[in-house]
Every structure is written in structure tokens, then in C-alpha cells.
């Protein structure tokens, strides 16, 4: 197997610029549904505001994130950075989701990092108002490297349920 990395867009104006043609949204903007049922937002999840203004004053009963684990899109994190940068977008989601609602999180887990971040992912989840449903893992699921160590990198998919109280409008 032949590995081929994708460049950079950070390192690769050029190519940022062919690709940024086909985003539909820019940093900031929310998409409506013309039904009005869905709202899609390009948003940054651990900002309280951005996240109070996708929402609104609705109550969400769903919420699913699947964020970037080290994979080094930016700068690489400690693990501790890591969580608590979750923490913040956790709490946030925490805010806008009615009782009851529930919490998808697709997470990363590394077998060759102590199969990091997931472990401090779900004791940090502890000291949330998320109740844990499920761990689903993903047998044949995507991963990297050469037939010897391929699935050294995982996605395993938490559930929870929100338990805190629906916030005051």
C-alpha cells in the first residue's frame, strides 16, 4: 500500500484556493434549511457565542461531532489541551440541548499512543451532565498505514444522553 499525503491547505495557498470553490459555507455563516427543520453552521463549537447563535433559542435534541483528534491539521495538541478544548465545546453543546437529548461523538483512538485520545475523552465526559448509552466500535473501520499496523488509528463512536436541565430562555 502506497501512502499518498494530502498537502497542507495551511502550507498550500494555491490549492486552498481551487478547493475553497466548492465550500458551501464560510467560516461564520449558518446554512437555514428552506424547511426550517435543519441549521448548519461553520462555526467554532468551544466558542459559547458562536454556538448560541446557530441554536438560538431552540432547544436541540441531537447533537453529533466527530473533531479533529491530532491528526495534525493545525498544530498538534497534548492530550490534556486536547480534552480541555473538549471540555469547552461539550459544555457548550451541554447548553443548547434539551433534557434527554442525545450526544453522538465519534473519537480517535490510537493503539499506539494508549489508544489516546479516547480513554481521557470518556473520563472527562464524567464531570459533563452527559449520561454514557453506548460505546459502538467499528469493525473494518478507516485507518492508516501498511497492511502490518493498519488500524493503528480508530474511531469508536460514543452515545450519551444530556442530563443537566434544558437551559432558561
Same mark, same amino acid.
Given at each position: 500500500m502506497q501512502n499518498h499525503p494530502l498537502p497542507r491547505l495551511d502550507e498550500t495557498p494555491e490549492l486552498r484556493t481551487v478547493l475553497q470553490k466548492y465550500c458551501r459555507l464560510s467560516p461564520?455563516?449558518?446554512?437555514d434549511d428552506p424547511a426550517g427543520r435543519h441549521r448548519v453552521g461553520c462555526l467554532d463549537a468551544s466558542s459559547d457565542k458562536d454556538v448560541e447563535r *446557530?441554536?438560538?433559542?431552540?432547544? $436541540?435534541?441531537?447533537? *453529533?461531532?466527530?473533531?479533529?483528534?491530532?491528526?495534525? $491539521?493545525?498544530?498538534? /495538541?497534548?492530550?490534556?489541551? +486536547?480534552?480541555g478544548w473538549c471540555h469547552r465545546w461539550v459544555a457548550n453543546t451541554g447548553h443548547v440541548l434539551a433534557k434527554d437529548?442525545? *450526544?453522538?461523538?465519534?473519537?480517535?483512538?490510537? &493503539?499506539n499512543e494508549g489508544f489516546q485520545p479516547l480513554p481521557d475523552f470518556m473520563v472527562m465526559m /464524567?464531570?459533563?451532565? +452527559?449520561?454514557?448509552r453506548s460505546f459502538i466500535t467499528m469493525r473494518h &473501520? /478507516?485507518?492508516?498505514?501498511? &497492511?502490518?499496523?493498519?488500524?493503528?488509528? /480508530? &474511531?469508536?463512536? *460514543?452515545?450519551?444522553?444530556?442530563? $443537566? $436541565?434544558?437551559?432558561?430562555s
Open positions: 461564520g455563516e449558518i446554512w *446557530l441554536v438560538r433559542s431552540d432547544e $436541540a435534541k441531537l447533537a *453529533l461531532h466527530d473533531p479533529p483528534y491530532n491528526v495534525v $491539521a493545525f498544530e498538534k /495538541r497534548s492530550v490534556g489541551e +486536547f480534552t437529548a442525545s *450526544l453522538y461523538v465519534w473519537m480517535g483512538a490510537d &493503539q /464524567r464531570e459533563t451532565g +452527559f449520561r454514557p &473501520q /478507516r485507518g492508516y498505514g501498511t &497492511q502490518r499496523n493498519w488500524m493503528a488509528v /480508530r &474511531q469508536e463512536l *460514543l452515545y450519551y444522553l444530556h442530563e $443537566a $436541565a434544558p437551559r432558561s
